[in-house]
């Protein structure tokens, strides 16, 4: 969504803010995934967000007929779809989300509509940043340039895609901009070693996820993607590695978009 001012209006308001209907929308540079919502009416008040995919990768909102009806959606893509998070002082990581009462904005008309679901089923404070379990990805070797980072969460923003991002979970300044390989050469094919096989335990090719590291610079249409080390993840028992490959036959610099 680009950078101007877009409003946000909640015909119904928001739950303890039954004055406050429109909302100025903001994504500051370098806050990503993060997204703000801010009162029109009285600009003290704001609501920290992020697209709930980023939190929970097959997290899905059943709507009832008077909400279809109020947000005037016409198609699924049209639907967007935020988290109300908490960022608690002092250690952002611990960061929750709240999933019972999602924001679902119609991108088009911009009217919004907070969702109020069964807390037993959809957590208030369901962990942004987990530290085990799902979401997590772990790399026993690190990533080229920092053996020191291990432990990682892929977000995977449903309006990027086919864009993925790495988050470290032991650093909250840097992250890693991937791009899903086959989105861009569909005859891609990583050569593993014995070594990289044996770390992966790899049962099944379908298992893997393979992700190209991306440079985006100023000119986003110029951006490459780094062929001669991929990254592959075992999407089942959710270990990564970095992979190695010969410059001469796989490029560091790929053409994400290609000339016409």
Known sequence: MSQEEIIITFPGALPGFPELREFRMFEPEGTYPLKFLQSVASPDISFTCMDAVTVKADYEVPLAPEVALVLGLEKPSDAMVLAIVVVPDGDPRRMTANLAGPLVINTTTRVGCQVQLDSRT???????????????????????????????????????????????????????????????????????????????????????????????????????????????????????????????????????????
């Open 122 to 260: 959809f957590p208030l404070e369901y962990p942004v940043f987990l530290l085990r379990g799902e979401g997590q990805i772990e790399f026993p070797s690190g990533l080229i340039g920092f053996p020191d980072l291990s432990s990682f969460q892929l977000l995977e923003p449903s309006d990027a895609y086919p864009l993925k991002f790495l988050q470290p979970l032991e650093r909250d300044d840097i992250h890693f901009v991937a791009i899903d390989v086959a989105a861009i050469k569909s005859d891609y094919v990583v050569p593993l070693s014995d070594e990289d096989a044996q770390a992966l335990a790899l049962e099944d090719p379908s298992d893997a996820l393979v992700l190209a590291l991306v440079v985006i610079p100023e000119d986003p249409r110029q951006m490459t993607a780094n062929l001669a080390g991929p990254i592959l993840i075992n999407l089942k028992s959710r270990q990564g590695r970095q992979i190695v490959l010969n410059t001469d036959r796989f490029p560091l610099k790929y053409p994400v978009i290609a000339d016409k």
